[in-house]
């Protein structure tokens, strides 16, 4: 109850105080980057259950001859990787937490098709809430494997506290600032999941 209440002060004060940083970054997107300024998609929340998670788009839209969207690296702009080094493009996410869909902080939600990959043991990073961010944003985000991922998930849910959390939040910060672990080696964003050895 003390977490779910922290989610929804913090989350309610940030959008507000944050709410011309985010007027100016879709504008932004909509200059350089077109419509629609949102990035939505379906993920895998508390239990499992599908929610609507919302960012700020990133890429532009791009397509092959047969109207495949081509690959990340190609339709990533520098704008774009601004986004996501700085984490401004995660802002939106506030909404989700307030309306309890993510906490502020735990296990990043993944995308659907890798729930029938997870191990007995990495679907527990699901017992609790997503985050916005988490232990494994602060230990190495996007540069450690999957692997190491999901064993910084599974330590949180089971050693999480209001302390704890205060503590990842503050260090999201200098990990925010100083822009590190964005993204995996060789990659725009991160490698995709294809399951781990059991």
């Not at 092959?64 to 990533?76: F, H, I, S, Y």
């Not at 989700?96 to 729930?115: F, I, T």
């Not at 205060?166 to 399951?195: H, M, P, S, W, Y």
């Amino acid at each position: 109850m003390i977490k779910r209440i922290m989610d929804i002060l913090v989350a309610a004060s940030a959008l507000l105080l944050l709410s011309p940083v985010m007027l100016i970054v879709a504008w932004l997107i909509r200059r350089k980057l077109g419509s629609p300024i949102l990035f939505r998609q379906v993920r895998p929340g508390m239990h499992a259950r599908p929610f609507q998670m919302v960012k700020f788009r990133t890429m532009r839209d791009a397509c092959d001859a047969e109207g495949n969207p081509l690959p990340d690296v190609e339709r990533m702009t520098p704008f774009g990787r601004f986004l996501r080094s700085s984490s401004l493009d995660e802002l939106p996410e506030l909404w989700n937490v307030l309306k309890g869909d993510m906490s502020l902080v735990g296990p990043r939600p993944l995308l659907m098709e890798y729930l029938p990959l997870y191990s007995a043991e990495q679907s527990r990073r699901h017992d609790v809430r997503p985050g916005v961010t988490g232990w494994a944003q602060i230990n190495g985000r996007n540069a450690i494997s999957w692997d190491e991922k999901f064993k910084f998930d599974i330590w949180y849910v089971d050693n999480r506290s209001i302390l704890l959390d205060l503590r990842i939040i503050l260090q999201t910060v200098r990990k925010v600032l100083a822009r590190n672990d964005i993204n995996a080696a060789g990659e725009v964003t991160i490698t995709k999941f294809t399951g781990s050895k059991r």
